[in-house]
């Protein structure tokens, strides 16, 4: 079982669209819309590490107002 | 009244000189003692630390303020800042980056009264400066709402009127008034408008065309009004 932590930064204020579309993807288990540099904190947990990078590069990164993702996989 | 304003950066230092040019009281909070010692010389009270701790907040009177200014480049110091700020009964003001931001913070962030992005003000400064001419917007009040200044020209079709005899469109409305040299007051049905005079005028994006028209008339037609 991998876990990872995904920043997400947005370039649109439509943050219920984007948390939304965000938390219906396969492998999200939640998502928060967070104060700070970036604007959402979503965490997955999948079997692989390719499914982490299948979620981020293929699923987040496609939603349209998402801007940038950095992906952290937690280690214990 | 009595301000705290964190971040003695552009923002917070210009912030706090004009609130202390209008007689109020601020305390800076600064965690950069080179950018703290240049507000100290500027003769502010600096507070140095971290403003998103509560005994940072609290050593520069946060219990006594009326509002708290978090105008650091800093959004999660900006917004910690506001938290502790509400919880201490102040009015809170942050700061953001990106304007898309407005929105989320609107919405999600309680804490927050409101929310200024200077670079939109730098840009509604700018825009007038490159158009120059006798017309200047002041603020977004809303999407479709800005209130904007006009001069009255030798032009004006409204020039040698009385405000009472201003007919504006529904959707827009005289706020203030004031002669030429004089500061801006409250708009008495007799003022008489004659060429150097300033009008506030709150307006509906729809009747722009028209309000200028009748207050400057035909002269810088191209003036564009959006503060986007």
């Known amino acids: 079982m991998v876990t990872a932590y995904i920043m997400v930064k947005a370039n649109t204020g439509e943050a219920d669209r984007l948390k939304g579309e965000i938390e219906a993807l396969d492998g999200v288990t939640s998502a928060h819309i967070v104060a700070g540099d970036v604007d959402f904190i979503v965490k997955v947990s999948v079997e692989t590490p390719a499914e982490v990078k299948n979620i981020v590069a293929d699923h987040i990164q496609a939603i349209s107002g998402v801007e940038d993702t950095q992906t952290y996989i937690s280690m214990d | ?228």
């Open chain 2, 1 to 228: 009244m009595r301000f705290v304003i964190i971040g003695a950066g552009r923002v917070g230092l210009r912030t706090a000189r004009v609130l202390r040019e209008e007689g109020h009281e601020v305390t800076l909070i600064e965690s950069n003692t080179d950018i703290a010692e240049r507000a100290r010389t500027a003769g502010f009270e600096v507070i140095e630390g971290d403003g998103a701790h509560e005994a940072t907040l609290e050593q520069a009177g946060v219990d006594e303020a009326d509002a708290v200014g978090a105008l650091t480049a800093d959004l999660n110091v900006n917004f910690a800042a506001c938290m502790i700020a509400k919880h201490h009964g102040c009015r809170t003001v942050m700061r953001i980056d990106e304007d898309y931001r407005e929105e989320i913070y609107q919405k999600y962030a309680d804490e927050v009264d409101e929310i200024v992005y200077p670079e939109r003000l730098g840009a509604i400064g700018a825009k007038n400066a490159l158009l120059g001419g006798s017309i200047r917007a002041i603020a977004d009040i809303a999407q479709h709402l800005q209130v904007i200044l006009f001069t009255v020209t030798e032009e004006s079709p409204m020039n040698g009127y009385t405000i009472s005899e201003v007919a504006l469109p529904a959707q827009a409305r005289i706020l203030a008034f004031g002669k030429e040299d004089v500061p801006m007051g409250i708009p008495l049905p007799d003022d008489s408008l004659e060429t150097g005079d300033r009008l506030a005028v709150l307006a509906d994006f729809s009747v722009l065309d028209e309000v200028r028209q009748l207050l400057v008339g035909q002269e810088s037609a191209a003036v564009a009004m959006g503060g986007e």
